[in-house]
């Protein structure tokens, strides 16, 4: 009965491949997000959708390019991996349109290593 | 632009004392406030949030904040510290008007028996 589900936990890869993390939601929720939690534990705002469309998109290299098939998915794909990708990405959810200040609902994280 | 710092990387605090960490922010107009926890390998939990009304705004296990418009601050506080409230803990800001949550730097709580 996870909220907020994310896979795989763990992903170790080398460098120059591609990857993709997926995002689920089971809260009915409108908007979902993609943070980025690094190895000093800074937490910074990726991509955010809400209902499939991009509402927030941040200096992010483009070779990360999310995915949003339907409201409770967003998939988050990373072409050409590089060392400084390797991190903690976090999946969240919230229902921003009927309640703006609503919390957000995380996933418990992708830990990325990138060798 | 919108910021908000959490001056203290660590705080210490025995079992059974009040604890306090620390956040101010930096926003135009109105901020909404929020405070999560995160413990070891686990994804952020809502704690609490202040949008408007009482400045002490209460929150889940026992925790509270108190809203200082004066000096931009919003400190997470509790009355009796828990061995169990050892976690990470993450201040944010979302400016009115805008769909992005900015957060802190976090804070490491460590209570000690």
């Known amino acids: 009965d996870t909220a907020v589900s994310q896979t795989p936990k763990y992903l170790v890869t080398q460098m120059g491949n591609d990857k993709s993390i997926k995002c689920e939601q089971n809260l009915g929720h409108d908007t979902m997000y993609w943070y980025k939690q690094d190895s000093k534990k800074f937490l910074k705002i990726m991509f955010s959708y809400n209902n499939k469309e991009l509402i927030i998109n941040e200096t992010v290299p483009n070779r990360f390019s999310p995915k949003s098939p339907d409201k409770a998915h967003l998939n988050l794909h990373i072409n050409s991996l590089e060392l400084g990708d390797s991190a903690v990405y976090f999946c969240?959810?919230?229902?921003?349109?009927?309640?703006?200040?609503?919390?957000?609902?995380f996933g418990n994280g992708t830990r990325l290593t990138v060798t | 632009a919108q910021s908000v710092a959490q001056p203290e990387d660590q705080v210490n605090v025995a079992e059974g004392n009040p604890l306090t960490v620390k956040c101010t922010y930096s926003v135009s107009g109105n901020p909404y406030l929020f405070w999560y926890v995160q413990y070891p390998n686990r994804g952020l939990q809502f704690l609490l949030k202040?949008?408007?009304?009482?400045?002490l705004v209460k929150g889940s296990y026992g925790f509270e904040a108190e809203f200082n418009k004066s000096q931009t601050s919003f400190h997470l506080k509790k009355p009796s510290a828990l061995v169990s409230d050892s976690a990470l803990y993450f201040c944010a800001v979302r400016a009115f008007n805008t769909d992005k949550l900015i957060f802190g730097t976090g804070t490491r709580l460590q209570v000690f028996p």
């Open positions: 969240a959810s919230s229902q921003a349109d009927s309640r703006p200040n609503s919390p957000l609902h």
């Open positions: 202040y949008i408007t009304g009482d400045n």
